[in-house]
């Protein structure tokens, strides 16, 4: 074993949240060390040329709220397009009818579109009241984190339709879990770490621009900054601390610092031996957050065959397999013809196509987009989906949550520091959870902390 290294601080994890705490923490003169499992930084991050196309594996697009990831955006020079959306969209109702439509509601009967309204302008009331760091604090937190979301939506409403359409937002969408899995609770903090419930349903401000050359160009750039300050392939094996600081080891490394940041998500925390044991409600906290489960897929035609049809790329549906799609294309590639359609399957209809074989996945997925867009749709020139269940380091998407009950019982813990080691990850921001702008405020939000000891 090589001897000690001395540093300030050992941030566990580069991320957009590590890589922000870094870059701030050595702007400020203290030494730091970034040690990443993998072979690459970014996390969930994760732009990349796929059989000639280049694809947004992981996160990918930019809000007009996300202030953070803009600034983020700016401070690093990186400039933005907007997201395809001329054109008609499309929803398969739950009578199978496909419809085509303009503007954020979707063609339901007159019943069913004032019922979404009215959950809608309910869900608004309930995420004005919460402080998106302080959930727990919502007063009816203790209510709503007691019955699932799928029973709150029962409570409000007969109309089925307006149920599926209101879950389909926060539950696949989301928190990519079935709307019987997680509390009423973390349904009105998705929605009010987002603003409101009404920026959740509205797809062109949520998912408003792109970045050029991608997403991962962020953390790719605060990597650069720390030079080699960053550490690849060095998974944290062991932490040893007291109240005066921690011994951080690798298999092949050992580093002494004041201060630690784990910027890992919750369900990574328990791979790291820690001497003497973190608390116990830290350990038993760490066990009620989950990954949700969603294939992203990334299907790339000769053409943009669908926009020659008037639409726009844009389809939802809580009936399809494929639950809703955007037009992916690279508008920032030159000389670039073909276009590119993202979709999402997650939850429990993950469940089901993942227990199938490769090409019988394929088929019934492109059956399903096809209900969308048509027979042209059943024949990509190139076909991939995102691998992050089966990532060792990640193992899930988009970022974790609670089950039922728990955000009230252990939330207070969620970025309390244990000696010298904090936690954060997008996994525990405010605004911004589960985004890129949380994880960056997180970043940035421990690296004034830390700068203050």
Known sequence: MSAVEQVDVVVVGAGATGLTAAVRLQEAGRSVVVLEARDRVGGRLLTQDVDGVRLEVGGQWVSPDQSALLAMLDELGLKTYERHREGESVYVGRDGVRRTFTGEAFPVSERTAAEVDRLTAELDRLASLMDPLEPWNHPDAEALDRISFATWLDQQTDDQEAR???????????????????????????????????????????????????????????????????????????????????????????????????????THVSRIGFEPALPAIHSQMRQHQSF???????????????????????????????????????????????????????????????????????????????????????EPVAYYESPWMDEEWTAGAYATSFDIGSLTRYGAHLREDVGPIAFASSDVAGLGFQHVDGALRMGEAVARRFLTD
């Open 164 to 266: 599926d359409n209101v879950g389909l937002y926060i539950g696949p969408a989301m928190l990519t879990k079935p709307t019987h899995g997680f509390s009423a609770l973390s349904a009105v903090l998705m929605a009010a770490s987002a603003g409101s419930f009404s920026h959740l349903v509205d797809a062109d401000f949520i998912l408003d621009r792109r970045v050029v050359g991608g997403l991962q160009g962020v953390p790719l750039a605060l990597a650069e900054r720390l030079g080699d300050a960053v550490r690849l392939s060095s998974p944290v094996r062991h932490v040893a601390w007291t109240s005066e600081g921690a011994t951080v080891s690798t298999d092949d490394a050992t580093f002494a610092a004041r201060r630690v940041l784990l910027a890992l998500p919750p």
């Open 292 to 378: 949700g489960l969603v294939l992203k897929l990334h299907l790339t035609y000769a053409t943009p065959f669908w926009r020659d049809a008037g639409l726009s790329g844009t389809a939802f549906s809580p009936y399809e397999l494929v639950h809703e799609a955007y037009d992916n294309s690279n508008e920032d590639v030159a000389g670039e013809t073909r276009g590119t359609l993202v979709g999402f399957v997650s939850d429990v209809h993950a469940d089901e196509v993942l227990a199938l074989d490769a090409d019988e996945r394929r088929r019934r997925v492109l059956e399903s987009v096809a209900s969308y867009f048509g027979p042209q749709a059943l």
